[in-house]
């Protein structure tokens, strides 16, 4: 059983700085690709941003030259550094992986973190 498990979120005024952490746990082979989501009130959940194993990453527009995703292998954690916070960044962010269960398939399963509200207002 994969568990993701994030942390971090909170209420911070506009322009403000959150850091939120997702930590896989459990029994596989290794992970794959790992990223943030959100969904605000009445929105369709979107992807903010994506960092590959090797540490490619990309970027929603909208979190572009604010927000900085990044991961540590040897802790299965990701990371996603939030500054220059927005209203409009408020939501729920939910940590997603990509992983391999096993060494004897190539197969991966996406898995989801149950997400950590992140409200940004004065």
């Known amino acids: 059983q994969v568990q993701l498990v994030e942390s971090g979120g909170g209420l911070v005024q506009p322009g403000g700085s959150l850091r939120l952490s997702c930590v896989v746990s459990?029994?596989?082979?290794?992970?794959?690709?790992m990223a943030w989501y959100r969904q605000a009130p009445g929105k369709q959940r979107e992807l903010v941003a994506a960092?590959?194993?090797?540490?490619?990453?990309n970027y929603a527009d909208s979190v572009k030259g604010r927000f900085t995703i990044s991961r540590d292998n040897a802790k299965n954690t990701v990371y996603l550094q939030m500054n220059s916070l927005k209203p409009e960044d408020t939501a729920v962010y939910y940590c997603?992986?990509?992983?391999?269960?096993?060494?004897?398939?190539?197969?991966?399963?996406?898995?989801w973190g149950q997400g950590t509200q992140v409200t940004v207002s004065s």
């Open positions: 997603n992986a990509d992983v391999r269960l096993r060494l004897i398939s190539s197969a991966t399963s996406q898995y």
């Open positions: 459990g029994s596989f082979f290794s992970i794959y690709a």
């Open positions: 960092i590959t194993s090797s540490g490619s990453t």
